[in-house]
């Protein structure tokens, strides 16, 4: 990100996520800015949920030293780590466990597929197919309307953007797991989906949840 100092402090900015803008702090604190209106009850989510993930899970989360409201931003202490390769593969797995076996009424609850991918597939379709050459567009098709298989699960806690710039590696373990403004009650399988389609493709899974996971990884693309 781009570096600068502001009254003797150090100011990295990281300006490249879709959600939130954000600024490291003399490397030692972040400072998250939502970018826009409909990420404000997302964060406010964040706020009431965090606490309560920082004393159940073996990881360390964001605790949000500051939040204002006007203007709405958050700031918490940098978690140290680098994003996850292939290590720590029982760590990542047992947080994987302790949080999806987490209760809350932090989250709303909502049908899954009614709730977002029902809708995301129709969007899909008007967009992107129409993109596509006649082949590529016969197999598309199969793909999304996996999205009416989406089910026969008990909806659970779930991070549901478990990339490796959010699962951060300390001295070969897994340290923290940061940005939770995606957190929702759903499919535990999305939390799966690059761990099993990346570096741990031979954890034992339930072959229906490895089923998911691979939809939603061939998914992201889209």
Same mark, same amino acid.
């Given at each position: 990100?781009?570096?600068? $100092?502001?009254?003797?402090?150090?100011?990295?900015?990281?300006?490249?996520?879709?959600?939130?803008?954000?600024?490291?702090?003399?490397?030692?604190?972040?400072?998250?800015?939502?970018?826009?209106?409909?990420?404000?009850?997302?964060?406010?989510?964040?706020?009431?949920?965090?606490?309560?993930?920082?004393?159940?899970?073996?990881?360390?989360?964001?605790?949000?030293?500051?939040?204002?409201?006007?203007?709405?931003?958050?700031?918490?202490?940098?978690?140290?780590?680098?994003?996850?390769?292939?290590?720590?593969?029982?760590?990542?797995?047992?947080?994987?466990?302790?949080?999806?076996?987490?209760?809350?009424?932090?989250?709303? $609850?909502?049908?899954?597929?009614?709730?977002?991918?029902?809708?995301?597939?129709?969007?899909?379709?008007?967009?992107?197919?129409?993109?596509?050459?006649?082949?590529?567009?016969?197999?598309?098709?199969?793909?999304?309307?996996?999205?009416?298989?989406?089910?026969?699960?008990?909806?659970?806690?779930?991070?549901?953007?478990?990339?490796?710039?959010?699962?951060?590696?300390?001295?070969?373990?897994?340290?923290?797991?940061?940005?939770?403004?995606?957190?929702?009650?759903?499919?535990?399988?999305?939390?799966?989906?690059?761990?099993?389609?990346?570096?741990?493709?031979?954890?034992?899974?339930?072959?229906?949840?490895?089923?998911?996971?691979?939809?939603?990884?061939?998914?992201?693309?889209?």
């Amino acid at each position: 990100g781009r570096v600068a $100092r502001v009254r003797g402090m150090s100011v990295v900015e990281i300006d490249d996520g879709y959600d939130f803008k954000v600024a490291i702090l003399d490397n030692a604190w972040v400072v998250r800015i939502p970018r826009r209106s409909q990420v404000f009850e997302a964060l406010e989510r964040e706020v009431a949920l965090l606490p309560e993930l920082a004393a159940a899970l073996p990881v360390k989360v964001p605790r949000f030293e500051l939040v204002s409201r006007e203007p709405l931003f958050v700031i918490y202490r940098l978690i140290e780590g680098q994003p996850l390769v292939d290590e720590d593969s029982d760590g990542v797995r047992a947080f994987l466990e302790t949080l999806h076996a987490l209760e809350t009424d932090a989250l709303p $609850r909502a049908d899954w597929a009614a709730a977002g991918y029902s809708e995301l597939r129709a969007k899909l379709e008007r967009l992107v197919l129409p993109l596509l050459d006649a082949d590529e567009q016969r197999r598309s098709r199969a793909l999304l309307a996996e999205t009416d298989t989406l089910g026969g699960f008990e909806s659970c806690v779930i991070h549901a953007d478990l990339g490796p710039e959010h699962l951060l590696v300390h001295d070969g373990v897994l340290h923290g797991v940061i940005d939770w403004g995606d957190a929702r009650l759903g499919d535990p399988a999305l939390d799966y989906a690059w761990l099993l389609n990346g570096p741990f493709p031979d954890w034992d899974v339930d072959d229906e949840l490895r089923r998911r996971a691979r939809f939603y990884h061939r998914l992201g693309p889209w």
